[in-house]
């Protein structure tokens, strides 16, 4: 099985930084796509940003210029470095990634347990 272990949430005030992780483990032949998710209160969970193997990368217009999404392939760890964060940035974060397991001809979509982030002064 993959699992997908989250790291790095917490409260900060607006105009502050977090930094995200998410861990991939298991028997991972290869990871291709991944991304962050985020879902707040009464609200769709929304791609927030998603970063392909090769390393091409695509953000939410609420969020350019203020996130970068990075991964470190030979760690299977992908990050979401979250600057000028504002109250609206309020949710439950997601890691999600698409995973080829070893001795499998197809990947399959797992994802995280959520990690919080609150901004608020």
């Known amino acids: 099985q993959v699992q997908l272990v989250e790291s790095g949430g917490g409260l900060v005030q607006p105009g502050g930084s977090l930094r995200l992780s998410c861990a991939a483990s298991g028997s991972i032949f290869r990871i291709n796509a991944m991304g962050w998710y985020r879902q707040a209160p009464g609200k769709q969970r929304e791609l927030v940003a998603s970063i392909i193997s090769g390393g091409n990368t695509n953000y939410l217009d609420s969020v350019k210029g203020r996130f970068t999404i990075s991964r470190d392939n030979a760690k299977n760890t992908m990050y979401l470095q979250m600057n000028s964060l504002k109250p609206e940035d309020t949710a439950v974060y997601y890691c999600?990634?698409?995973?080829?397991?070893?001795?499998?001809?197809?990947?399959?979509?797992?994802w995280g347990q959520g990690t919080q982030v609150t901004v608020s002064s």
């Open positions: 999600n990634a698409d995973v080829q397991r070893f001795g499998l001809s197809y990947s399959n979509t797992y």
